[in-house]
Structures are given as structure tokens and as C-alpha cells.
């Protein structure tokens, strides 16, 4: 018992305070920014592994960036990458980051129906279903529920059962295999239901993009209520997302 | 580089060498060989795959001897007109089954006197399409008696999809069946079909997200022997660092998750909490808290200094404290002990016969681990002493991992006090001409064991083949194993305590 104590007392206070004014330090890679300027934009595109990096306009795609950073340590006249965490958007548009833009990344409030606020503001629970996931946004969804980051502290809270769940929270690119058992998983939620892509891979398949072994149909049929760029999002960027959306 | 007896070529871990200079030999003489060399227990096979070459199929197996640091390396081949059937070795050596079952699956072979000849993963690029996913053939037992329990693909928990089935008299389990392959994003494929060296890269890092370092180390390794570019001692130990951190960090995490299992609250928060500082050090170290970017071909863009060295000793050692403390108490907290103790026992003759590796391996009593027999990157300055234990259960695997957490921080702390780092590290290259018609095959051992990589280029230096292996394909066996005669409320400790990959099976 008293050793439990001591144990407690020298581990002390672990968890982040106010997770929505919470600074990760560089350098980490978070929303980048381009700098308006001439540059060789033929050679960035041919850069990028994920062919995130568009022109005409120059701009870069947050849901196709794997945040490997190659073209901020190629080009870094050009392009940086702050360590703003916060990326999740519900409108894929915001997610495009155009020259000169330095303002943040955030839901569009207009987008959201007052019925979700209402239900979901004070407790939301989420189905996570894993198509494809390579394990490292599932490895960060547990995270967000330790002791640090305490996403429970808002009610927000993982459940086993999608009959529980209030929604739906899709890691990886959407495999052929997976995708029959994730439209049931869908199908079994009771409505209104939140339908929620969590990291690169699931936002636009990612790397795997041009892979055969996908079945992405079922985003055509299924509205999306938030996008959460990362490869994997930083705990930060999943819980302030999902504040975003229901507070 | 030598040959034996011409039956096989010997090399070492990363070597690469002509296609040409490995034997092909006749079915026969080539099974008649690797029985040989499988005979003896200081060798187990790390890879038996099968290429498309010219109008038929060439298939390579690698046999690593580990007390000689030796790799084996034979083939044989087989033209279109002799027809896809050959006779299994499975039933002599039953390590292999999984191997044969992957050449079946995606080129049509039919091993004749294979016992379960069962598709392995759904691959896209199976030689049967209309092989269906949900019509898996899972054994059955009629009976009145008992009962069968399917659970997933979708699990309880943040967690990645699987397919169990398990029959059971009452309470007890008497055999698991899983069936994976729902992760199946076609990795192999994917990494002929990119062109870019960075591309690759990205993709190997994505294989298993928790294990970043581990496979992208061996995807490196890979590149850099292929295209002959020389690596500094520098940048070697770096990256042995960089693995050594990404197995603390998972090992302390499991130690928690563990720990949540059996509802002991305590060890699952606090050992929790200390998984944050490692990987959170990782992210100020390369950007990525679970070391993607850390490791790029032929060098870096984070190089290892003396600032972070500073700051890995600081926090190793509020880690050290925390978990040492924390660790004394738990470890020998006679509830955990007592649902830990026997539990999914894999004997050292079980974990043998399947091929096990890696930390299923060692906590069995077999000392198999690359770092020490076929050392790469920082371990061949630095030699790493594997942890060995004997019983098997979840308990040691529960114990090995407190063990490997104080043996890597030992070695990385005696890196540190004998190397300085000088920011003049290597810039990754951008574009590599790999060696032509050559074969490649480069090891690493990751949190979960060894994590094989090989491939195949054609006349101009172009990847032909691809080939990867994670070490949960060896070991997934290990669970259905060590679940027999156990409660079927066993099976969450069970599974957690292996803590396998899903998608590094699947790829």
C-alpha cells in the first residue's frame, strides 16, 4: 500500500493540462506553409510521394501529405513545416494549403448540424475500424486515451460495440478485405451517426493511393463528418479535431 | 562468399550477389539440401519465396546458421511445362508451411503432402481470384458437445482486424484457427510499381507503423548494398539507436497494455506514461513519434548530435527512475504473478518446429536474435547479448520485455559514453542505380524479432522482385498454440502478451 503511494506521489503529474493550448515542440512536422516566390515547382511536384504537391496554383494537398517533410529539407525557401498541430477540418477544401496562407486549419461551424453539438458535445463514443491501417493512428488513438492526453476528460471515449458507438472512425487505406466488414460496421451504428477518416492513409489511401488491393467505394456513399491529416495524427491533432467538431 | 559442395551459397546479412552465382538445383537434391541444413538447431529458415523468371518460377530460400553468422542461400526452378506441382516439405520441416502456403496462394504451386494448404492472406495478386475471404476453409469439429466462437474482424478496442475461430468444450479452448489478410494492401507489388527511392521508403515505413524503424532499416539496408553506397559508423550507430528506442517504447507499452488486461491500474497508467517520454525524445530527435523519417537511404536529414545525446541520457535516465521503481512493485505483485504464471506455455520443441523468432523465440530458451548472429548497422561495432529465457509463458514474455528494456538502455548508454557525434552526417540520396540481375537480402531484428527483406533486379537495374518478411508471419502460430487447453477468457492476455502485427502479415 504505501509503496502504491510512493508511487504515485514520485510519478506526479503527467497529464497535459489544457490539451487545446498544448505546443508540441519542433521538429515535429505539422501544418505547413509555402512562401510565395519563384521556385522549381516542376521539381517539388516530382518529389513528393504522395503527389500531395499541385500547380497552378502551387499548393499542397494536407489529405494526400504523408508529413516526411522532403520537400521542406529540399526546397526550404519554399516550404516549412510549422508546429501547428491542429489540422482536422470537416471540409477537404481547408485542407489544401495555398500560397502565403498562414492561418489555421478548422471546421467549418456553418457545415455542422445543431443536432450533433447537442448529442454528441458531452459525450461521444466511436467505433474505430482498422482497413488497411498500418497501425501507427490506431498506435496514437490509444495514446489520446492514456494518462497523458485523457480524451475521456471531454467524453470522448472508444467502444467495443458499433451498437454503442455514435460513429464511425476509419484508420488505412480501405482494403478490398476490409471493406464489406467496415460498411457493416457503418450500417450497425444507430443514426445520426458521425463517419470520421483518421490519418493520410485513410484520408486519400496515402502511399497506397494506387494500390489494386483498395476498395474505396464506400466513400462515395458515406458522407464524411471530419478529416484528420497525419501520418500518424499526433494525439493533439485527433482530440482537438474531435473538440472541434462536437463543442 | 563461397559455395558448398555447389548445393548452396554462403553470404552474409545485407550481401548482395548475382542471381547467377546462387545454385539451382533439382527439386530433389534442392530438398535433400535444406532438410541438411535445417537439421541442425542453430538453423531455421528466415525466407522461401518464389519470382516469376523467364517462362516459369524460380524460388530462393535463405537459411540463417547462427552460430556460423552465415546465410545459405539455394533455389531451384521450374518451367511452366513441367506443371505447378512439387512435393511439400512441410511435413518434414513444418517452419516452412506458411512459405508454401504464400507460393501457393499467389502463383497456383500445389505442394502435394502439404497438411493445410489454406490461402494465407487474400493477396490481391493470387493466382486463384475467385478464392473468396469470407468462405475461409477453417477446420471444424462435428460434435455435440462442442462449440465454436468466431470473433472479428472487427475486435473489441482500438485494434487491427482479424478472423478467430475457436472451438471449445466448455470453457476450454481445444484449438484456435486465425484467419488475417484484411490488411492486405499489396505492399510487395506497390514497391515495383513506384519508381522513387523516397516513395519506397515510405512505403517500407508503412508496412508496420509500429515497427517504422525496424522495416525501414531493412528496406535501407536493401538499397544501399544493391546501389554499393557506403555508410559511416556514424550512421550506423545512429540507427541502432533508433531501434533500440522504438523497442523500449513498444516493450514499456505492451508492459502497460498488459497490465490494463488484467485491470491492474497502476502499472497500466504509469508504465503508459513512461512510453511517452521515449517516443516523444524519438519526435524531438526526427519530427515523428514513432521514428518515421528517421531513416532514409544512404543517410539522413536528422542527424544524431551531441545536444540529443545530452537529452537521451537525461531521458533515460527519469525513465530509468520511474520504471525501476515501478517495476520492482509490479513484477512482483503476487496477483499479477498468478495471472501471468502457465498461462499459454510454447514449449522450445513447439516454438522449433514452427520457426519461431525474435522475442517469441528467446522466451522459449532459443537464443535467436540478428543483432547478435548476423549483425547489421550499430551492433556489428557494438555486440548486443540477446536475453534468454525458458518458460514460455506470459509471464516471461511479460518479463523478457522488463529484461530488453534494462539490456538496450545498457547498450545505448555504453554507445553513447564511448562516441562523439559531429553534425557532418550524410544527406539521403535522391537516386541510386541498383546492381543488375543481382539478389539482395538484408536482416534486422525489431521489437517483434526479425524482419527480413529481399529482393530481385533485372538486366537494368530495375527491381524485379520485392520480398518482405515480418517476424509475426513465423510467430502468429505461437498463439494458436500456446491457447490450447486454456480458458477461452485466457486469450486477451494471451494475444497481448505476443502483441503480433496484423499488417506486417498481411503487407
Partial sequence: ????????????????????????????????????????????VALCPTGAIKTGPFRIDLARCCFCGECAFRFPEKVSFTNDHKLATNDPERLIIREGQTEAIRCDQTRIAKQIKKMFGRSLKLRQVSAGGDNSAEFELNAGGNANFDMGRYGIEFVASPRHADGILVTGPITKNMAAALQIAYDAVPAPKLFILCGTDALSGGIFADSPALDRSILDKIPVDLYIPGNPPHPLTIINGLLDLIS | MKTD????????????????????????????????LLLKPETHCVNYFAFPDHDGL??????ADDLQKELCVLSHKQDASGGRELASLTPRIPALHLFEREIHENFGVFFTGHPWLKPLRYAQERADQAADMNAYPFYRIDSEELHEVSVGPVHAGIIEPGQFRFICNGENVLHLEIQLGYQ???????????DGLLQRTILAESIA??????????????????????????????????????RIAIHIGDIAALCTDIAYALGAN????????????????????LGKGMVRVGGTYHPFNETLKKNLLDALSSFEKMFVELSHRAYKLP???????????????????????????????????????????????YPYEPVVLSKGDVFSRFLLRRKEIKRSMAWIRDVLSHETFDEASERPVTLASLAPDSFCISLTEGWRGEICHCAVTGPSGDLRFYKVK???????????????NLEISDFPINNKSYDLSYCGFDL
Fill in chain 1, 1 to 44: 500500500m504505501f509503496d502504491e503511494i510512493k508511487i504515485i506521489r514520485h510519478n506526479g503529474r503527467q497529464f497535459i493540462p489544457d490539451p487545446v493550448t498544448a505546443v508540441v515542440p519542433a521538429p515535429y512536422r505539422g501544418r505547413p506553409e509555402i512562401r510565395p516566390g519563384k521556385t522549381d515547382e516542376q521539381a517539388l
Fill in chain 2, 5 to 36: 559442395h555447389k548445393k548452396y551459397l554462403i553470404i552474409s546479412n545485407s550481401d548482395s550477389v548475382r542471381l547467377d552465382a546462387i545454385p539451382v538445383l533439382p527439386y530433389a537434391d534442392f530438398t535433400a539440401a535444406v532438410e541438411t
Fill in chain 2, 58 to 63: 524460380k524460388f530462393i530460400i535463405c537459411i
Fill in chain 2, 184 to 194: 492486405h494492401r499489396g505492399i510487395e507489388r506497390l514497391m515495383l510499381k513506384k
Fill in chain 2, 209 to 246: 507503423g509500429d515497427t517504422a524503424v525496424g522495416h525501414s532499416l531493412a528496406f535501407a539496408q536493401v538499397m544501399e548494398s544493391l546501389a554499393g553506397i557506403p555508410l559511416s559508423r556514424q550512421l550506423a550507430i545512429e540507427r541502432a539507436i533508433a531501434l533500440e528506442l522504438e
Fill in chain 2, 270 to 289: 504509469i508504465f503508459g506514461i513512461l512510453r511517452t517520454g521515449i517516443i516523444n525524445y524519438t519526435q524531438s530527435w526526427c519530427g515523428n513519434r
Fill in chain 2, 335 to 381: 496477483s499479477v504473478e498468478n495471472r501471468f504464471d502457465d498461462i499459454g506455455t510454447l514449449s522450445e520443441q513447439q516454438a522449433r518446429t514452427i520457426g519461431a523468432v525474435g522475442m517469441v523465440a528467446r522466451t522459449t530458451g532459443i537464443p535467436r536474435d540478428i543483432r547478435m548472429s548476423h549483425p547489421f548497422a550499430g551492433f556489428k561495432y
Fill in chain 2, 470 to 484: 515480418d517476424p509475426s508471419l513465423h510467430n502468429w502460430k505461437a498463439l494458436e498454440l500456446s491457447l490450447r
